[in-house]
């Protein structure tokens, strides 16, 4: 069993800043990705970001320059960085563990409103 316990999503307004968090913990073995992931209303759920094997990481186009990922392999847990938000970043934020199996967090909401 896998149990996650994400933080950090809210209110905030255009050009704000928000840190998302994601501890993950349990069954999870040779975790090598973990990532970000978003889905806002009527859309598909899309990648934001992702860091692979703590080396390389991969930014969605639109976020490049704005977001930061990073991640703490002793505690399981990834973080996004999210500045100059604008109110297109608005949608529900879904970590990603992938190690043995693909894990989804819960998902937390980000909202970008003046």
């Known amino acids: 069993q896998v149990q996650f316990v994400e933080s950090g999503g809210g209110l905030v307004q255009p050009g704000g800043s928000l840190g998302l968090s994601c501890a993950a913990s349990?069954?999870?073995?040779?975790?090598?990705?973990m990532g970000w992931y978003r889905q806002a209303p009527g859309k598909q759920r899309e990648l934001v970001a992702v860091?692979?094997?703590?080396?390389?990481?991969n930014y969605a186009d639109s976020v490049k320059g704005r977001f930061t990922i990073s991640r703490d392999n002793a505690k399981n847990t990834v973080y996004l960085q999210m500045n100059s938000l604008k109110p297109e970043d608005t949608a529900v934020y879904y970590c990603?563990?992938?190690?043995?199996?693909?894990?989804w967090g819960q998902g937390t909401q980000v909202t970008v409103s003046s």
């Open positions: 990603n563990v992938v190690g043995n199996l693909s894990y």
């Open positions: 860091d692979i094997n703590g080396g390389s990481t």
């Open positions: 349990g069954s999870i073995f040779n975790i090598y990705a």
